[in-house]
């Protein structure tokens, strides 16, 4: 039988009190903000930031209970998680109190699911949300209760061998780096054992471009790969997140061919700092700082992206407000070991072996 979730549950949202008063903050009162769930949250019993009880009176906040179903409406919309406790959120959030119609694992498999479609339902000009309004009119199929038991059963089996296999990639990923420091030691404090140089120095660095988003003609029907700085996750990727642009749009706008062997890094938001490793030709936006190593023979793809790997810090040291930002004359200046072209050989064969093993694991998990 179908419903609207607002004929089911209670939807409630929250709100911040003033960050300038500090009699309202670091109290007891949990409070949660959207940058606390992740893909992988699952029950959530604590909060980054604590309220004060003058904090949640002043701001007309309502609790919710242990159990209910907290979905983000705004930057961004569709993390979801369940309530390991009372607590309290801020305004990007409409939070579902299941009635005894409804269990409430069973609607936290259901909203998971269908991230893209929550995102279809954003309004707004200058960052889309979804409104109370909005999410009490979504429909959900609702078996009986115990048939929902069942499938949230099944569905638990599937994500606990998900997250298994997740901490499989995350012990290869470990290994790799564990290699890269045995054979050249970390580039941020064993520097006497290798002549040293900078990115800049060794590699020609450059940036793509984005065509005019209100263009159709620059991307309707494009076949020429285009990435975002969100592809770059410390990953060697072999394809792109399906965005594509035309000919007419690479024509008018600043984008560029990146081949193969590529390193490429993150400049800005979230992902600063963070990699990826090419391994086919794509054009990228300008949030990311291209590094091509294809024409040094000193220096191996799979070395300078691990290395860059090493040098996350530096980007954290840049600026202290929450949008971080680098560029190319940054990137430039990055400090460089320079070991023998075959220590390094040496190691990209590891890399290639263990991102053999990587594929199989992934493949499993993209088969669950």
Known sequence: MKYKLGEICEIISGSTPKTGIPEYWDGTQKWITPAELNEDTYIITDSIRKLTELGVEKAGLSSFPEGTVILSSRAPIGKVAIAGCEMYCNQGFKNLICSEKINNHYLYWFLKGRTEYLNSLGRGATFKEISKQIVSNIEIDVPPIEQQKRAVNQLEKANAIIQLRKQQLQKLDELVKARFIELFGDPMTDI??????????????????????????????????????????????????????????????????????????????ATIGKTALLRFDTTTNQNIAAIDVNNNVAFSSEFVFYHMQMLYSKFMEIGSGKFKMANQGFIRQLPLICPPIELQDQFAAFVEQTDKSKVVVQDEVNGL
């Open 192 to 269: 006497s054992k290798w002549s040293t140089s900078t990115i800049g120095e060794q590699f020609n660095v450059t940036s793509g471009g984005t065509p005019a988003t209100g263009e159709k003609a620059y991307w309707e029907n494009g076949t020429i790969p285009w990435i975002g700085s969100n592809m770059c996750q410390d990953t060697i990727l072999s394809g792109n997140d399906g965005k594509f642009i035309t000919e007419e749009g690479y024509t008018h706008s600043s984008a560029k061919w990146f081949h193969k062997g590529t390193v490429l890094v993150a400049l800005v938001g």
